[in-house]
């Protein structure tokens, strides 16, 4: 399903995502910038594909997501995936596709807003995610709303010569800072 | 891929699982002793819904699925995902009939699991999660070679309460160290041929 319409700070907010929105996002994950902490950088990358993940993912009933907009831009991409409704336990990604403007804040306010609606709108018990540990950036966007590592995995991708670990966080509602 | 082949146990084989199987598969994810003890492979269904399951994961590029036998009767399944770029394995499922628990299957059938992960696919790793109080698949684990990397609290829901998930990894060099005699093939001497 896609998320609805949620206004944040700063020129931030999380829209239901469109089909153009969608047909970005190829150009944005195939950029060395983007993939430095993620993705292979090669894939299915059409868009036929495309038009596929957007017709699934809003029939889906176990994950939501949204775009992340700034100052009324598509920029990137959020959501809480593979939903457990027994268990109320979903595992998140954030995606912000426009490295040009990485340091503003964005994931930070799109983590908050997704995370909120993940408690009090959806009812979840807890959110989970993967996160690489040297990304310090989105690392931090995630703990500002409450994240807490539960563990590392060590040696888990590996980019440049060097083998990097994989943090592991979750948050519950009692860790959303009260005045997030 | 996606079906799996042949891989011999001391006891138990895992092998190329059929149609016939399903209703077992049926009965034990609706086995509360099962779902007291992990996550379920696929709810309780209908036939039909099986048959589909099993054209479905018989197409997997990922995904590898195997029937478990013993003394000519099925006794389980093991269900995993190989990572992407081939460099490790999330093992999923392994269920044993629970009216077979406490012979040695689990960890005969977890050996020569990982003898194929490592000494047959040169796979890197091997990943698992496992609910905090399985205390006799932990100690499997721990046998062969496994050791926590996190632990996620209040994972799974049953009972009337939450329990943790402790997260676990075999590297291939514990293997090798630990498993060093466990070969499929005898090794050949140089230049040998079959």
Same mark, same amino acid.
């Given at each position: 399903?896609?998320?609805?319409?949620?206004?944040?700070?700063?020129?931030?907010?999380?829209?239901?995502?469109?089909?153009?929105?969608?047909?970005?996002?190829?150009?944005?994950?195939?950029?060395?910038?983007?993939?430095?902490?993620?993705?292979?950088?090669?894939?299915?990358?059409?868009?036929?594909?495309?038009?596929?993940?957007?017709?699934?993912?809003?029939?889906?009933?176990?994950?939501?997501?949204?775009?992340?907009?700034?100052?009324?831009?598509?920029?990137?991409?959020?959501?809480?995936?593979?939903?457990?409704?027994?268990?109320?336990?979903?595992?998140?990604?954030?995606?912000?596709?426009?490295?040009?403007?990485?340091?503003?804040?964005?994931?930070?306010?799109?983590?908050?807003?997704?995370?909120?609606?993940?408690?009090?709108?959806?009812?979840?018990?807890?959110?989970?995610?993967?996160?690489?540990?040297?990304?310090?950036?989105?690392?931090?966007?995630?703990?500002?709303?409450?994240?807490?590592?539960?563990?590392?995995?060590?040696?888990?991708?590996?980019?440049?010569?060097?083998?990097?670990?994989?943090?592991?966080?979750?948050?519950?509602?009692?860790?959303?800072?009260?005045?997030? | 891929?996606?079906?799996?082949?042949?891989?011999?146990?001391?006891?138990?084989?895992?092998?190329?699982?059929?149609?016939?199987?399903?209703?077992?598969?049926?009965?034990?994810?609706?086995?509360?002793?099962?779902?007291?003890?992990?996550?379920?492979?696929?709810?309780?269904?209908?036939?039909?819904?099986?048959?589909?399951?099993?054209?479905?994961?018989?197409?997997?590029?990922?995904?590898?699925?195997?029937?478990?036998?013993?003394?000519?009767?099925?006794?389980?399944?093991?269900?995993?995902?190989?990572?992407?770029?081939?460099?490790?394995?999330?093992?999923?499922?392994?269920?044993?009939?629970?009216?077979?628990?406490?012979?040695?299957?689990?960890?005969?059938?977890?050996?020569?699991?990982?003898?194929?992960?490592?000494?047959?696919?040169?796979?890197?790793?091997?990943?698992?999660?496992? &609910?905090?109080?399985?205390?006799?698949?932990?100690?499997?684990?721990?046998? =062969? !070679?496994?050791? #926590? /990397? *996190?632990?996620?609290?209040?994972?799974?829901?049953?009972?009337?309460?939450?329990?943790?998930?402790? &997260?676990?990894?075999?590297?291939?060099?514990?293997?090798?160290?630990?498993? =060093? !005699?466990?070969? #499929? /093939? *005898?090794?050949?001497?140089?230049?040998?041929?079959?």
């Amino acid at each position: 399903m896609f998320g609805p319409t949620l206004a944040g700070r700063n020129g931030v907010s999380l829209i239901p995502p469109t089909l153009e929105h969608y047909k970005l996002r190829t150009s944005w994950v195939v950029a060395p910038e983007v993939g430095r902490f993620w993705g292979p950088r090669f894939g299915e990358l059409t868009e036929e594909r495309q038009e596929k993940r957007f017709k699934d993912t809003a029939e889906s009933n176990t994950e939501i997501e949204w775009s992340t907009a700034y100052e009324g831009e598509p920029v990137g991409y959020t959501g809480i995936f593979g939903i457990d409704w027994v268990r109320r336990d979903g595992e998140s990604g954030i995606i912000i596709g426009r490295h040009d403007l990485y340091g503003r804040g964005i994931a930070s306010e799109a983590v908050r807003l997704r995370t909120d609606f993940a408690w009090s709108e959806l009812r979840l018990h807890r959110v989970h995610n993967w996160i690489a540990h040297a990304n310090r950036g989105s690392r931090r966007a995630n703990e500002k709303s409450g994240y807490k590592q539960m563990g590392l995995q060590p040696r888990t991708f590996f980019r440049s010569g060097e083998w990097y670990d994989e943090w592991l966080g979750e948050a519950f509602p009692h860790t959303f800072p009260e005045k997030a | 891929m996606a079906l799996g082949g042949t891989i011999r146990g001391k006891k138990p084989t895992l092998r190329l699982p059929v149609e016939a199987d399903l209703a077992a598969y049926n009965e034990w994810m609706a086995d509360l002793r099962v779902r007291r003890a992990h996550s379920v492979w696929h709810e309780p269904a209908m036939p039909a819904t099986w048959k589909e399951r099993f054209k479905e994961v018989a197409k997997e590029k990922q995904a590898v699925l195997w029937s478990i036998e013993a003394d000519g009767k099925l006794i389980g399944l093991a269900f995993g995902y190989i990572w992407g770029l081939w460099s490790g394995f999330d093992l999923s499922q392994l269920v044993i009939d629970p009216d077979q628990w406490r012979k040695g299957y689990g960890f005969d059938v977890a050996l020569a699991l990982h003898r194929y992960l490592f000494d047959y696919l040169d796979l890197r790793r091997s990943d698992l999660e496992l &609910r905090a109080d399985n205390a006799a698949a932990l100690r499997i684990a721990d046998r =062969l !070679g496994y050791v #926590e /990397y *996190a632990r996620g609290h209040e994972v799974a829901y049953r009972d009337g309460a939450y329990v943790d998930q402790v &997260r676990l990894l075999m590297e291939k060099e514990t293997w090798q160290e630990r498993w =060093l !005699g466990e070969r #499929e /093939y *005898a090794p050949l001497s140089p230049g040998a041929t079959l």
